[in-house]
Structure formats: structure tokens, C-alpha cells
């Protein structure tokens, strides 16, 4: 069933409104069925029944000598009354359930007396009349000259009709052993649902779904967009405050993101800006000290100090080109990422690498290349430094592209797995800055793929080396 069922909230809503129409219509009619059943019995059927009743008990009061004048004056053009030596219905007539149900009340209408002497079958069956000059003949009827009203008879402005009629055949044995039997014909009820009620109902039940469709839009419009702006944010995007649009309780929700959204600008900013001012007030200071060093005398000491200045420079020239390229806002595009990554592998093979690619289906996120292609050099670059080589390739997911590179190095611990992202954390224990670096590589390319809204996980190789796989949304 949940297959059938749909996902999104205003099919749901639409869904469950019609599928309510239709089960509230249905038992609605059923209703009416069974109310409209019962009166049509009570006032056509049963109404021959009882004159039935009245009739054999005033004929078991009354010598047979009078039976006959008294069925004679009983009988009307549509319910015709004879009294016979043999009933016209036979006995299995009384063996089905309802037809037992309704001899029985007959029999107790009657008396006592009259029980297994009663015998009822009713149909409905469709009936030819003619009409005429205005009027109507039956094929029992006769014309105007005495002749039976046959096709053989019909005449300029003759038309022939169908109807259908509900016929009542009784039979009931009296005292005197005869049978007093009814041929009768009750009238059709009306429908149940006359055309203009059906109309109705279907115009109703159609005014109500435009209804409910314009309420749900409202509704679900202003959440759409929610959605779209709370997935953009979490790609990093500049995001602008949204309309205050749709009910009041999605105004709050909508007037609640503009805040978040407008606080962690101002946070992200204001940290960025921090670190850059502190950064670059660090110059100063070291500036100073490579001074005062450079006048002592030579030593390995003043060679060690020299070495430890650079490296704190290095680092803080790091920390605030960090800073600088993070508080660039670059606009975020479709990009193709067979072709980003292509491009990325293919500039590292010209400089020595080896790199090689394997091109998967066609993938389209939205993401900055420039920050993308940063972070994706990077973790590529690390993968031949310490794994000889690398290898890339790009999988398709329902909603992911995953970025898979492989290297062919000793791997890596577990413990080390989490802790290599933090900054200025180096796995490599030989202090030297050109094989180690400054540690913040991995820091780096981790918070652009999460400013994406994607996920770097590292795992070791089966066969050796470390895989790296990067998750981006499509």
C-alpha cells in the first residue's frame, strides 16, 4: 500500500480528502439504499399484500356463494383476484430464505389457521406499452375498434415504450380448499439518485477539491521554499531572507529561519574576521624576533630558533589565507563533476603526478568549483605524497556523487582517522615542513565538503592503502 501511497505532503492531503469523499458517498448510499428499499415496500408490495390479507379473511367469514362477486369487486385493472381449485404458485415458491421470512408474516397477518397455506413470489420484469394520440396501451390492451394493440395495429403517431414494473404473485388456500390467487403489478419507485442529485453531489464533491487543492498550495508553497533555502544554507550558500507569506504558523517558521540564518552569518563572519585580524597581528611580532635573532651569534641554537620562527610563519600565513579565502562569498553553479574532477587529475599528471580517472555517469551538483577544487586537489595531492600514487574515480548514487581516491600507501590507523582533520595536526612525525606540511590540509577540505553539504569518510584498503570517499548531493 505504501507504494501507491504518495510521498509529498500536498498529494497526501489531497489523497486523504478524496479517498474521504468517496468512503463518506458510499456509505451515504448505502444508507439511502436500504432506507428507500424499505419504504418502497411498505408503500407499493406490501400494499397488495394487506388488501390480500383483508380480503381472505373476509372471504373465510362469508359463504363460498359470494366468493366469487367478492373477487370480482376486489380486482382493479392492475391487481386481478381469482379463486381456482389449484394455486398458480408452486409449494418450492416458500423455500427461499427472505420469501420464507415474508409468508410467515403474511401467515401471522392472516391467523393461525392459514399457516403452510400461504404461497408469495414478487419480480421485477420490463414492460411494452404504446403510446398513442397522448395515451398509452399495453400488448394486452385493445384499440380504439376492439382490435388487440399489436405492432400490426399501430398507426400514424403510434410510439412504442419500455418501463419496469414490479409484479406480486400470491396464492393463499381458503377453508373451503380453494385458492384465492393475485396477479398484481406495484409500481417501480423512483431512483435513488435522480440526475440533478447526482449533479450535485459531483459538483459539490469538485468544489470541495479545489477547495482543499488551493488550501494545501498555500500551505505547502512556503514550506517548498523553507526547504529549498535550509538545503542551499547547508551547501554554505548566501541565502536571502525569505517572503513572509502562507499562514501564520508557517510566517513563524519562515520568520525563525530568516533569524538563523542572519545569526550564523554574522557568527561565521565575525570569527573569520578575528582570525584574520589576529592572524595578521602576529606579523609584527615575529617580524621582531626574526630580528633580535639574526643579531645573535652563530650557533645551532640561533639555527634551531631560526627554524621554529619559520615554521610559526608558515603557519600564520596559512591560518590567514584561510581566513581571507573564507570570508569570500564565491556564488554557487551547476557544475559537471566528471569534468571538474578530469580537470584536477589532468593538471596533476602534468606536473609529475600519477594520477589516473575513471569517468562515471554523468553527475550535476550544485557546489563553488573554486572551493571544491581546492579541497578535492588537496586530498588528491595528499594521496600521492604518501601513497606513491592515486587513483580516482566517481560513482552515481540516487542522491549522492561519491568521489572515491585510492592510494597505494601503508594506510592508516583508526585512532587517526577522526584526528587528522582537526588543524594543525600532522601524522607525520619527521618535523619536516616539506613533507609534513602545516596540518591544515585535511582541516581545510573537510570544511568545504560540509560547507557543501557533503561527507568525507576514510577507510584502509583490503588490499592496502587508504580510501578516501567524498559525498556530495546532487
Known amino acids: 500500500m505504501s507504494r501507491f501511497w504518495p510521498s509529498n505532503l500536498a498529494a497526501q492531503m489531497v489523497m486523504g480528502v478524496l479517498l474521504s469523499l468517496v468512503i463518506a458517498q ?19 408490495q406490501w400494499q397488495q399484500v394487506k388488501r390480500t390479507t383483508k380480503l381472505v379473511r373476509e372471504l373465510a367469514k362469508t359463504p363460498a356463494f359470494y366468493h366469487q362477486t367478492m373477487v370480482k369487486a376486489a380486482s382493479m385493472p392492475r391487481s386481478q383476484y381469482t379463486i381456482n381449485l389449484r394455486p398458480l404458485l408452486p409449494e418450492k415458491e416458500n423455500r427461499s430464505s427472505l420469501k420464507y421470512m415474508l409468508v410467515r408474516r403474511i401467515e401471522r397477518s392472516i391467523g393461525p389457521e392459514f399457516q403452510g397455506h400461504v404461497r408469495v413470489h414478487m419480480e421485477t420484469s420490463t414492460w411494452r406499452t404504446r403510446n398513442y394520440w397522448g395515451g398509452t396501451c399495453s400488448e394486452e390492451d385493445e384499440n380504439d375498434d376492439g382490435s388487440p394493440c399489436t405492432k400490426s395495429s399501430k398507426h400514424h403517431g403510434q410510439r412504442d415504450h419500455e418501463h419496469e414494473t414490479n409484479f406480486i404473485v400470491m396464492s393463499v388456500q381458503l377453508p373451503n380448499k380453494t385458492w384465492l390467487n393475485l396477479r398484481a403489478e406495484a409500481p417501480i419507485s423512483e431512483p435513488l439518485a435522480a440526475q440533478q442529485t ?8 469538485a468544489l470541495v477539491m479545489v477547495a482543499i487543492v488551493f488550501i494545501v498550495q498555500r500551505i505547502t508553497r512556503p514550506l517548498k521554499r523553507l526547504s529549498n533555502a535550509s538545503n542551499r544554507l547547508g551547501r554554505g550558500e548566501d541565502v536571502k531572507p525569505l517572503p513572509m507569506t502562507g499562514p501564520e504558523d508557517i510566517q513563524r517558521a519562515t520568520r525563525a529561519f530568516n533569524q538563523m540564518n542572519e545569526r550564523i552569518n554574522r557568527f561565521v563572519a565575525d570569527r573569520t574576521s578575528m582570525l584574520a585580524a589576529l592572524t595578521h597581528d602576529l606579523r609584527t611580532p615575529m617580524t621582531t624576533m626574526r630580528l633580535r635573532i639574526e643579531l645573535l651569534p652563530d650557533s645551532s641554537q640561533k639555527d634551531h630558533l631560526l627554524d621554529t620562527l619559520d615554521e610559526m610563519q608558515q603557519m600564520a600565513e596559512a591560518t590567514l589565507s584561510f581566513a581571507r579565502e573564507s570570508s569570500i562569498k564565491e556564488p554557487s553553479r551547476r557544475v559537471e563533476l566528471n569534468a571538474l574532477v578530469d580537470s584536477i587529475c589532468e593538471d596533476l599528471r602534468d606536473i609529475g603526478m600519477p594520477v589516473e580517472f575513471t569517468e562515471g555517469l554523468e553527475a550535476v551538483s550544485v557546489c563553488r568549483p573554486v572551493s571544491l577544487r581546492r579541497a578535492l586537489r588537496n586530498l588528491i595531492e595528499n594521496g600521492v605524497k604518501y601513497g606513491k600514487s592515486a587513483e580516482v574515480s566517481l560513482l552515481l548514487s540516487k542522491n549522492a556523487t561519491t568521489i572515491v581516491i585510492n592510494d597505494n600507501g601503508p594506510g592508516m590507523d583508526e585512532k587517526d582517522m577522526e584526528r587528522v582533520f582537526e588543524p594543525f595536526v600532522r601524522l607525520e612525525q619527521s618535523r619536516n615542513r616539506d613533507t609534513g606540511g602545516i596540518g591544515l590540509g585535511m582541516a581545510i577540505a573537510r570544511n568545504i565538503i560540509h560547507a557543501h553539504g557533503g561527507k568525507i569518510h576514510l577507510a584502509n584498503r583490503p588490499e592496502g592503502g587508504l580510501q578516501i570517499q567524498v559525498a556530495l548531493p546532487l
Open 26 to 44: 458510499i456509505l451515504t448510499a448505502i444508507v439511502l439504499f436500504d432506507a428507500h428499499r424499505e419504504n418502497m415496500y411498505n408503500s407499493a
Open 198 to 205: 447526482v449533479l450535485f453531489l459531483l459538483i459539490a464533491s
